[in-house]
């Protein structure tokens, strides 16, 4: 199993906020995502210290199957989509960062 994570400082101040924004257009997202080959959930973050900061967590059965997504315009569109519902903190406060990990089950 890989994941890939996403972090942004947006430019949505309140939990409430990015929460209903993100809620709107989460249908559309998901469909985009289960339309990739080899995805296997999505879930999203807001930062504990209520700064803006968001993250979301894809998970993939390949680490091809997530480089495909990122490579191929997939990731583009999913960003683009949450972007015009919670916009993207101005620069630079509002870099985007992808972080992909192997998971590792313990014991």
Known sequence: MIISIVTRKTS??????????LEGVLPKITE??????????????????????????????????????VRDGGAATVAMLEDRAVPTAPYPD???VRRTFEVVEAG
Not at 12 to 21: K, N
Not at 36 to 49: I, N, R, T
Request: proline share 0%.
């Open 94 to 96: 509002g870099a985007w």
């Open 32 to 69: 985009a995502l289960k339309a990739e080959a080899g995805f296997a959930g999505v879930q999203y973050l807001w930062g504990a210290e209520d700064d803006g900061v968001m993250g979301q967590i894809t998970r993939w059965e390949t680490l091809d199957h997530c480089l495909r997504y």
């Open 12 to 21: 949505v101040a309140e939990r409430a906020q990015w929460q209903s924004r």
